[in-house]
């Protein structure tokens, strides 16, 4: 049984408050507060909801949204994996159609991919361009289709908070599961803040990929390129690309050949756990604590092997020009 979504959000809310301390206290019980905030989902909804996709590929299920009448459709790279893919997917009156993949930022989860011409306008929504907009305690909607399309069930709604920005992401309090990967996260304006890209289900936080990465990368993505954001700083150049392992460590996902990384012996699927003795748990972190160096500097990382820890110092190298 559904339960109304005033009742939903008011149970939700005060359970997320009471777990991670998220709500003012004022704010726990206030209906009006919360009928508010139902007001404005159920006025965004069925303007949104249209855009919303599922994507289906042969590892499995994800979720993707439209932002361009031409049929532009943004999701997480790890859903397409590689540009010039052919992608099936199930619009939201249970249609389908096929995208081709575009390009992906690897190391912010970032992908764009292209809905073929179909000789009208696709159904889309605004995405904002004002990423600093998007702060911890702002109310925010998350659309995706968990477990995979479902006409019957339609698009699953989850609201919550933003708990947490980092320079390319968005931390929320929605209660995500697999299938979401590659979904919108919405401002109460009905703009795309988020793509979801990191899910823990037994987890009271799901990581969002902002719009910055987008924006940022949005032409060199557009030309079907492959980006990877390496740990470098004011001419310093570490040679490494990063992710989230499953147990939600840092992981080295690529070592670039010739690089100091390299040559130090830093190896794929090393666990990253401190940069000059301060630890190490995110990429961003990383990667902020590589740009305050320059080349020539020394740092030496912590990593962990199969279990064993081992320290390496690694001298930074001038940053390669492009195309180097």
Known sequence: MLLPLHRFLLITSTLLGAL??????????DLAS???????????????????????????????????SSGLLLTAAHVVDKPGRDIRVVLNDGSVTTA????????????LAQLKDRGKPWPSVNLS??????QPGEWCFALGHPGGFDK????????????????????????LMGGDSGGPLFNLSGEV????????????????????????????????QVIKTWGVGAGGYLGVATRMSDEVELEVADVIDGSPAQKAGVRVGDVILSVNSDAMTDQQQFTSAIKTKAAGDLVT???????????????LAKRPAEGE
């Open 301 to 315: 990382l912590r990593l962990r092997t199969d279990g064993k820890e081992r320290k390496v110092p690694v001298t």
């Open 100 to 111: 081709k993949s575009l390009g992906l930022d690897e190391a912010t989860d970032a992908a």
């Open 34 to 68: 919360l009928l508010r905030i139902q007001s404005e989902v159920q006025k965004r909804l069925p303007q949104v909801r249209p855009a919303l996709v599922a994507i289906q590929t042969g590892g499995g299920t994800a979720s993707g949204v439209i932002i361009s």
């Open 193 to 224: 803040i988020g793509i979801h890209s990191q899910i823990w289900e037994n987890r009271d936080q799901n990581v969002h990929v902002s719009m910055a990465p987008f924006l940022r990368s949005w032409d060199a993505m557009q030309a079907s």
């Open 152 to 175: 019957a069930r339609g698009a699953v709604l989850r609201v919550g908070k933003i708990v947490k920005q980092t320079a390319n992401s968005l931390h929320t309090d929605c209660v």
């Open 129 to 134: 361009r004002e990423v600093i907009k998007a």
């Open 20 to 29: 991670i301390g998220v709500l003012p206290a004022q704010e726990k019980n």
